[in-house]
């Protein structure tokens, strides 16, 4: 083979290659989301990274069932029931629905079989949501489908309504999807969903690989679920909630058990911000997903870490019933320690007791220093600032 000849190959092989190189340049340039890539949904990840930190997230969720298999059956119960209000109402808080956390508690407790001193009707809206969170955490082995998901959707809207607007229940959308923020007077466009059309398609393959069995790592699974539900944003509303159920099944699904001990929702809700940045900064990128998957494991290792404490008191609450049920007989003042356990809102007193228990604030005020009389509670502050917490316990 002649010089000019090798010349005149080596010319072409650059000549393709500068060819292929301004096609992917072309095609990332059009590409602004990540579901217009060619290669997608094939994420990409740095598998040692992320490996670390599956590892650590695996050992904290074994310390903290250790933990809860402590407890008595009553106390488990009286455990989840505090997990999944704080999931229930702070989910619904993400997306800007401040929800009757008293409502979802009695609604989540007869759905657990559990007897609660008063019993407060639940809203039509609020059973819904409690429902479709059952369903998941109850039953999360079964299968994710079409109509599984469309139940769900329905029980977010009973009414067919989100706020003033009338929206398509248990149905897939039929029109664009768009995440906008407004700023001063224009409208800030931060993602677009793919194309209703796509939608049925794309749902398709989210439900073969969610439910394939496989041995990819569970907690790996609940990870990309949350982030590929988010990039398809399949319903006119509600996708957040929805994305969010379903990391609790996969959740479940990864610990093998129903019982759910902590909120994942809950830390989001900590972290929103950062929450929406990461998600903005993913599905505006490659398929390179580690700075999620980082992010996500970091944030539910948090919420892991939370619930241990959550635990504690549980174990430290069932460990003083026993010791001093005797002691204290009034249902009032019961209730009074199993809030201040419980993490109630705010500093109980006099005044707050009243209203809660619907007694005027001179028999709350005696039931509370019969209380700190009996080594139970302490007194903290004076005069319109005195309040009571647990003592030594």
Known sequence: MTLRRKTAIISAYFAEINKRNLRKKREVKMAKYIHQHKAYPSFTWDKPKILNLLTHISILQGRVLGKMQQLGFGDQKEAMLNALTEEITKSSEIEGEILNSEQVRSSLARRLDINLEKEITASRHIDGIVEAL?????????????????????????????????????????????????????????????????????????????????????????????????????????????????????????????????????????????????????????????????????????????????????????????????????KIQQEIINRLFDGFIGNMSSGKAAKIFKVSQDTAARHLKELCDKGFLEVKGSGRSTHYLLKNI
Not at 156 to 164: E, W
Not at 173 to 191: A, F, L, N
Not at 311 to 317: A, L, P, S, T
């Open 134 to 330: 059952m369903d998941a955490v109850k039953n999360y082995n079964k299968p994710l489908t079409k109509a599984r998901i469309f139940g769900w959707h329905a029980s977010l809207f009973p009414t067919g309504y989100s706020g003033m607007q009338k929206i398509r229940v248990g149905k897939f959308r039929d029109g664009e999807m768009q995440v906008v923020s407004r700023k001063y007077t224009h409208d800030i466009v931060h993602y677009e969903a793919p194309e209703p059309e796509k939608v049925p398609e794309q749902m398709t393959a989210f439900f073969n690989w969610l439910n394939k069995e496989n041995n990819e790592n569970p907690l790996l699974k609940a990870a990309i679920a949350h982030l590929w539900f988010v990039i398809i944003h399949p319903f006119d509303d509600g996708n957040g909630r929805l994305t969010r159920i379903i990391t609790e099944m996969l959740l479940a699904r990864s610990e093998n058990t129903s019982l759910r001990f902590y909120s994942m929702s809950s830390q989001i809700q900590k972290e929103k911000k950062g929450y929406y940045k990461v998600l903005e900064l993913t599905t505006t990128s490659d398929l390179d997903i580690t700075e999620w998957l980082m992010w996500f494991f970091s944030c539910l290792s948090k919420s892991i870490e939370a619930s241990e404490e959550v635990v504690g008191m549980v174990i430290k609450k069932a460990s003083f019933w026993q010791k001093n049920a005797l002691s204290i007989p009034n």
